[in-house]
């Protein structure tokens, strides 16, 4: 066994293990680094600087790493032999800075490393040693797509080593699921992760779980999956409709909608369907990717359409009214209306949602990761928010250099007086770079503007292509095309996360891959991954935002007035940025209290529920009621009785979950001044949602004895929800969220404070 990070890991190891080390032979001495003096004495430091691969080892990379050294005493045999296998089986010998990056990730740390300098060899090396340990290993990639191919690279090294790996998507039934989990390593998502454990959670006794212990988790591109996708909810919902919050994202989302480019309307102005952009941004908000109905949940599907029937076609005055805060039909009465399309104009109107879904069960991001014993991460982007992770995950964030040695130039921002203005100096660029024969990629904020950019370089006769990240198996394929000369790519950032643009020699010597963003980003680990796409594995290459007052970063927060008096507008953008990614880390810091007793008491229903399910639970009829218990066991029979009390119990317990949830939902849903996640209103919820979780499993309580109280039993109550239909809904704050209201008012008043914005704070 080879422990990390715990008591064996501290432990200097014997001689004898020393001596049983499988080792790296190289020729070329190394000089120990003078910050690594004090370890000279160590046995483990001199067999690993002079064994371990010390050639081509700058001595910085363990400047900023000197507790891999224990580490390393406790698992250098094993991930010796896992390096060795790499270069049999992948013909891939690891760089030094791989190895240092498989190490802070075997000591459950976070690690920064440049894009293209092959972070994916990293991690298959720390998850095939965990996995020689005995760890389940889960690794977490951006979505299907990256997963699937991680693991098609890595297979090789894990086949030689002896281990078992294997893919988990989206579209893997049960069996196939069990027989993924019992493997010592899987690549997979979140979403299928959390899909499958609040599934479990709710199974009934009989039916075999799926999912196995959550063990090692090992996350790939971390600053998007973990960082950006922190706030996402996933919620296990059930039945034909969709929740509240989703049907109100919709609703926010087919509003922005443009007809001919998102939508088309039919003649008679009675049908409408979505066209391809309308399809991206329709199920991108929920994190979607591909064609419906192939990987699209139908009750999703139709909500979409449903959305923008209200928003198209149903008109009010017309079809509908609205008549005391209510939803009145117009004209034919007896008119069949699908269900949902009540609740979609309810939302369009800023209305109570009155027909729509219960949430049966939910985690967030960061409590997922949570629940796996071990966890460490590595991405491109990281360390802009090194002191977050340490304050929520207790991350220590490790930066590692460079093998390569690049030639990037990043060039100072332009900033313009409109869109429009910027817009144009983009195509013009575009038109002067390809006239060189140079690649540009242009990276845009939003799909609305990718086709306005698109438009203006059709314009110009230059072809192109675009990539939003809908399809990720056929956009990599034009990503592969995206470094050669003459080409033109426009994109939008999250379609490259996890992927490199290749630049082949003749590219490189027209300078390499030009990129191009046409705004600054809310937080600085995005404007990071964008520089970081050019210049990759010592390719030259050159990065440049153009950015306008009236990009939203700056009419959303308020602060475009003044930019166009700034004399250092750049200067500005840098502090806002400051000021927004600090507000909202407090906010969501605030917010995780409220979360934090809810996942408290979900963990509670999840100890109660199995001990129901398992028989250990006390039978509620036999402490309430002890004459009711003693008639229905002589008449039922023990068995029998304890049956259908912990049928009818965990029914129960279901349904009065999925009812608190709802409240919950409606409560913070009311929460818009700025101070309400914090202070007495904290407080105030605390108490408030500890009364109502109580109350509701007392209710459920009273409800199974009831049941029993009658001369004849009663047929079975319906189960809360049918778990032969529960389907995933992949929820992150939108614009119209509390969490997003708090986040623009504080910034506000925050740059109010310091002078940005005119008025009191």
């Avoid at 475009?560 to 750049?570: A, C, G, N, Q, T």
Wanted: one cysteine or more.
């Amino acid at each position: 066994m080879y422990g990390f990070g715990g008591r064996e890991s501290k432990r200097r190891p014997s001689e004898t293990r020393i001596a049983k080390i499988v080792t790296l032979k190289s020729t070329v001495p190394v000089d120990i680094p003078e910050e690594l003096r004090r370890f000279e004495g160590s046995a483990v430091l001199r067999q690993f600087v002079k064994e371990i691969r010390p050639r081509a080892f700058r001595p910085e990379a363990w400047r900023l790493y000197e507790p891999g050294i224990r580490v390393v005493a406790a698992g250098q045999h094993a991930l010796s032999e896992v390096v060795e296998a790499s270069k049999k089986a992948l013909g891939l010998d690891p760089y030094p800075e791989q190895i240092a990056a498989a190490l802070v990730l075997l000591d459950g740390k976070v690690c920064e490393i440049p894009p293209g300098e092959g972070k994916t060899l990293a991690l298959a090396m720390a998850a095939a040693v965990c996995a020689l340990k005995g760890d389940r290993v889960h690794v977490f990639a951006a979505n299907d797509f990256l997963a699937a191919k991680s693991l098609q690279q890595m297979s090789p090294l894990f086949e030689a080593m002896g281990i078992g790996a294997a893919f988990l998507g989206r579209d893997c039934d049960t069996a196939q699921r069990i027989a993924v989990y019992a493997k010592p390593v899987v690549y997979t998502t979140a979403t299928a992760v959390a899909t499958d454990y609040l599934c479990d959670h709710f199974r009934l006794p009989d039916v075999e779980p799926v999912q196995g212990p959550l063990d090692r988790l090992l996350m790939d591109d971390i600053d998007t999956v973990l960082l950006d996708r922190g706030r996402t909810h996933f919620v296990i919902t059930s039945g034909d409709l969709v929740t509240a919050d989703a049907v109100s994202a919709l609703a926010g989302l087919v509003a922005r909608f443009e007809s001919g480019k998102d939508y088309r309307l039919s003649d008679s102005g009675a049908e409408v369907s979505l066209l391809e952009r309308g399809v991206i941004r329709a199920y991108g908000l929920f994190q979607y990717s591909g064609s419906p109905p192939d990987s699209i949940p139908a009750p999703l599907a139709t909500a979409v359409a449903l959305a923008l029937q209200a928003h198209a076609v149903v008109k009010r005055g017309v079809d509908y009214e609205i008549v005391e805060g209510q939803v009145q039909w117009l004209g034919d009465g007896a008119a069949i209306r699908p269900p949902g399309l009540r609740s979609a104009i309810e939302a369009k109107e800023g209305l109570p949602i009155s027909e729509h879904s219960r949430a049966v069960n939910w985690i967030t991001m960061e409590n997922l990761v949570r629940m796996y014993h071990r966890r460490s991460g590595i991405g491109g982007a990281v360390v802009s928010d090194a002191q977050w992770l340490k304050d929520v995950f207790q991350f220590d964030v490790i930066r590692m250099p460079g093998h390569f040695q690049g030639h990037k130039v990043e060039m100072p921002d332009l900033v313009f007086t409109n869109l429009t203005a910027k817009e144009r100096a983009v195509a013009k660029e575009v038109d002067l770079v390809h006239s060189t024969g140079r690649p540009i990629l242009v990276v845009a904020e939003d799909l609305p503007e990718l086709n306005r950019i698109s438009e203006l370089i059709h314009e110009l006769g230059i072809p192109h292509q675009t990539l939003t990240g809908f399809d990720p198996v056929v956009e990599s394929r034009m990503i592969e095309q995206a470094g050669i000369p003459g080409s033109v790519t426009l994109a939008l950032l999250s379609a490259l996360t996890g992927q490199t643009v290749p630049v082949p020699p003749e590219a490189r010597a027209l300078g390499g891959l030009a990129t191009l963003s046409t705004h600054r980003n809310q937080n600085r680990r995005a404007d990071q991954r964008f520089r970081g796409i050019a210049g990759r594995q010592a390719a030259p290459g050159k990065s440049r935002f153009f950015v306008s007052i009236e990009d939203s970063l700056m009419t959303r927060f308020g602060f475009h007035p003044v930019l166009r008096e700034s004399r250092h507008p750049v200067r500005t953008i840098d502090d806002a940025q400051l000021v927004i990614e600090s507000e909202l880390q407090e906010l969501e810091k605030q917010l995780q209290k409220y979360e934090g007793l809810i996942e408290e008491q979900r963990r509670v229903i999840v100890t109660l529920r199995k001990a129901v399910a398992s028989g250990s639970a006390a039978s509620l009829l036999e402490k309430h009621q002890p004459p009711l218990y003693q008639r229905w066991e002589q008449v039922l029979g023990p068995a029998r009785l304890r049956l259908i009390e912990r049928e009818l119990r965990i029914d129960r317990i279901d349904d009065a979950w999925s009812e608190y949830l709802a409240w919950y939902q409606d409560y913070i849903s009311r929460r818009d001044d700025v101070t309400s996640y914090s202070g007495e209103a904290l407080r105030d919820f605390q108490t408030e949602a500890n009364r109502m979780f109580s109350a509701l499993l007392s209710s459920a309580e009273a409800e199974v004895v009831a049941y029993f109280d009658h001369d004849e039993l009663p047929p079975a109550p319906h189960p809360p929800f049918d778990r032969n239909a529960v389907w995933t809904l992949v929820l992150s704050p939108t614009g119209a969220s509390p969490l997003e209201r708090n986040l623009q008012a504080g910034v506000r008043n925050k740059l109010r404070a310091l002078g940005v914005l005119e008025g009191s704070a």
